[in-house]
């Protein structure tokens, strides 16, 4: 490679319709720039036909590629070279080395069948940057990033700008990579946007679409930041489309199988803000997520199986993957002492959720057992390809809300409200679709609902005003509706309405958060003695709760958890008007206060629908407080607002057990497929809670599991894997009994 050589930026316009590309004249950077306009209308990629079949892929070294084959991998990931200067039409490419090294990578691959698909470092070369500065990040308005002397083995000196020349060019890399070896994808560690960039591309985008110079800093407290910050997402979702647009040009079964960085992980959860926007893994062809079960991602809860569901969620129920990390303990990582077992658990419990399997065959004593995990992969999957989540009762996860409203405290004000109704729906075992802003956010909004009986909305403070018309569309023509905290308080950047904009739906207008007390609880004077100050912050939020002898609360489990029908409570509280005396079915008395009970949960109708709106927040507290009546008060508020009652498959099985309902196309017709995971973990709660993670050493089979199946034809019905059939417990073969759960089975009723 000449590192003396020199690159012009190319622009290209392509052609939509016939997916071609036309070079045009050079010009200066702030025009060709301010020309690539956002689209008008975000259009999710379409993905090859082979993508959907994939339920098995390794992350591989060269050498590792043989043995790939004899797994049963489909997909290879793998890193082996990197972005080269100048493009190989201009005289640059790859060295003979890395050409000889991909071209024997490539077609070994697809000789044993296999794709491969590139993991491309998106970082600009050393000679790259000596050429073009420019083309790197700007992080203040200084000239300082620009004489910074990059260094091979310091990434942070060669930061590419995506948004400028330095995007079209890694766009030509790409192109030039699947033309002259037939690579089928890449994927990119990283190719996300800075926080900010004032490089002279950014800057002068922003004045051509804005009619603004960009913000003076980082800083969601700033609406221009927001703003901002909206634009940016548009903008890397533009330069993904122009990469989708040119490769499938290329050849239309090109992919990108990328890592995301906001589809499941908790760490990305809580980064703030946010390196790309969520509905960008739509231009994905299959999002990946590193999938983390130590104690920085909460293994022991439910954070990683919400985690593979989101990561299915936000790739709009197109294939999406999990790859499970064998990592026994965080800070420091390592393998040691990992059971086989739980890396076939944690696979198992990301199938359940619709992540599809990848694997690495690179973790240091335990190459062996990923021949296990695919093993039981294939014995499942002809029942999973094509499966789409069974709808019932949908679940509004706002990237909005989280980035625009809860961005000072993530992990309390955002994850407890989702994480809580999630933990409902997995131990109540009903079905519960996870959506996002996009799904409800324009004219389709409310035809999007209609498949769905009841809307959950856990706090989702960052309503547009497109979501709060489709959301009143859906309860007024029937559907359900259960809302709490401050929904709709904020429009879809977090500037404050000065009411709820459903407060016609809630039937209450807000007026803020009770006061906290200005007097603490005396304390027995030797339990005192252990007291600090974490401890009076723990207990802000408490209240005594009291409900009324309403036909919703007719629970025999709630009844038995709480003959009195008032019980401790804690978690996020709001302050609401009066309403009708008769929709009021709980009120609450924060910790401290003097005043009457306030409104803690109101069921009202509105047009043909129902609506539950909960001022206290139950479902935040299910996650970080949770006491079990507040799970049996929100399932009878979902299955009342659902205005026909349980879901009509009724599932009698221990809370540790998750099942998910899906349905596909079968052979003889359309077939619900119901998971059970065994979620057991016979050394749960022996350790340390702050740092407890499931490394699952055996199997505790749970016995006496059952399916009721309400009313409707008789079905065909049997147990994968084996094609067993189920035990009848009843004459007409409505209630069935599962064979005993090991890790996990499907029931299939075809």
Known sequence: MNESTSVTRRDFLVTAGAGLTTAVLLRPISAAAAEAKPPATFVPVKIPDWVRSVTRMAFV??????????????????????????????????????????????ERCHRQGMKYCLGLPPFPSVACVKAHPEWRTRPDLTDAS????????????????????????????????????????????????????YCAACQASYQQDRGQPLPSRVNLDDIPYREYLAWRGERLEQHYSRLQQRLKAQNPDAVVMSWTVNAGRYGHYLHSPRAMPTRMNQLFDLPMQEWWLDETNFGASVAPAFGAAYSRAVAGDRPAASEAYLMSRG???????????????RSLLGLTNGSVSAESLGWPGHQASIQSVF???????????????????????????????????????????????????????????????????DSTGAAALTNFKVLILPAAAALSDQQVMAIREFVRAGGGLV?????????????????????????????????????????????AITVDEAYWRQRVGAATLTWTDSSVWDDPTLKELVPSRSA?????????????????????????????????????????GRVAYLPAGLDAAMWSYSYPYQRRMLTRLIQWAAGDGAFPIRIEAPKCVQTTFWS????????????????????????????????REETVPIHGIKVHLG?????????????????????????????????HQMLILD
């Open 61 to 106: 070294t060269p050498g590792e590629i043989d043995h790939a084959a004899e797994l049963g991998v489909q997909v290879c990931h793998g890193n082996a070279v990197w972005p080269y200067f100048p493009l190989r039409r201009d005289g640059g490419g790859l060295s003979p080395a890395d050409r000889k090294l991909m071209k024997e990578i490539v």
């Open 146 to 197: 620009l004489k910074v002397e990059p260094l091979e083995d310091n990434l942070g000196t060669r930061l590419g700008c995506n948004n400028g020349p330095w995007g079209d060019y890694l766009i030509d890399v790409c192109v030039e990579l699947v033309e002259d070896f037939g690579i089928d994808g890449y994927s990119f560690d990283g190719n996300y946007h800075p926080s900010i960039c």
């Open 331 to 345: 800070n420091p990582y390592g393998t040691d002492s990992f059971p086989k077992h739980e890396r076939i658990t």
């Open 375 to 441: 093993d039981e992969i294939k014995l499942r999957e002809k029942s999973i390809i094509g499966a789409s989540p069974l709808p019932w009762a949908a679940m509004l996860v706002s990237e909005q809300t989280r980035q625009f409203y809860a961005y000072r405290d993530i992990a309390d004000r955002f994850l407890p409200h989702v994480f809580g109704t999630f933990r409902v729906a997995i131990e109540e075992h009903f079905p519960l679709t996870l959506i996002n802003d996009w799904d409800i956010a």
């Open 483 to 527: 809302a709490t905290g401050e929904s709709s308080l904020c429009d879809e950047l977090g500037r404050p309405r000065p009411d709820f904009a459903l407060a016609d739906l809630f039937g209450v207008s807000y007026r803020g958060r009770p006061a906290a007390p200005n007097q603490r609880e005396t304390l027995d004077a030797n339990f």
């Open 568 to 608: 401790t409570f804690k978690g996020p509280q709001v302050l609401v008007t009066e309403p009708q005396d008769s929709e009021v079915i709980a009120r609450m008395v924060p910790a401290g206060s003097t005043q009457p009970a306030i409104p803690a949960v109101i069921a009202r109708t509105f047009g043909a």
């Open 664 to 695: 596909r196309r079968g052979p003889s017709g359309t077939q619900t497929i119901i998971h059970f995971f065994n979620g057991l973990n016979t050394t749960a709660n022996h350790g340390l809670p702050a740092v407890d993670v499931p490394l």
């Open 711 to 743: 009313k409707g034809p008789n079905r065909q019905l049997f147990v994968e894997p084996g094609h067993q059939v189920p035990k009848m417990v009843d004459d007409d073969g409505r209630v069935i009994e599962l064979l005993p759960l090991e890790i």
